[in-house]
Nanobody
Framework: QVQLVESGGGLVQAGGSLRLSCAAS????????MAWFRQAPGKEREFVAA????????MYADSVKGRFTISRDHVKNTVYLQMNSLKPEDTAVYYC???????????????WGQGTQVTVSS
């Protein structure tokens, strides 16, 4: 069993930055691929970014490329999402997800956090 706990969400003005954290615990969690997804009110969940177990490979949604960076710290068993140049359309609940397979598809991920709210004001 793997537990994921997100933190770091909040309210920020457009153009600002936030860093989300996802602390993982549980057997073999440090060897899992990790990803961030988000869901805005009235919209479907969408992929944001993913990182493979080693941290060498990453991928991003087109909407966040060049603004967001995903990274991981194996010592702390934590995954980060650095979000810069935030826009009002980035407002959503952000979820951390983990799985043995590296993917951008939400249905591929077995473990999910509870989510953290990010609100970007214009």
């Amino acid at each position: 069993q793997v537990q994921l706990v997100e933190s770091g969400g909040g309210l920020v003005q457009a153009g600002g930055s936030l860093r989300l954290s996802c602390a993982a615990s549980g057997r073999a969690s440090s060897s899992y691929a990790m990803a961030w997804f988000r869901q805005a009110p009235g919209k479907e969940r969408e992929f944001v970014a993913a990182i493979n177990w080693s941290g060498i490979n990453t991928m991003y949604a087109d909407s966040v490329k060049g603004r967001f960076t995903i990274s991981r710290d194996h010592v702390k068993n934590t995954v980060y999402l650095q979000m810069n140049s935030l826009k009002p359309e980035d407002t959503a609940v952000y979820y951390c997800a983990g799985d043995r397979d590296y993917s951008a598809l939400g249905e591929e991920f077995e473990y999910w956090g509870q989510g953290t709210q990010v609100t970007v004001s214009s």
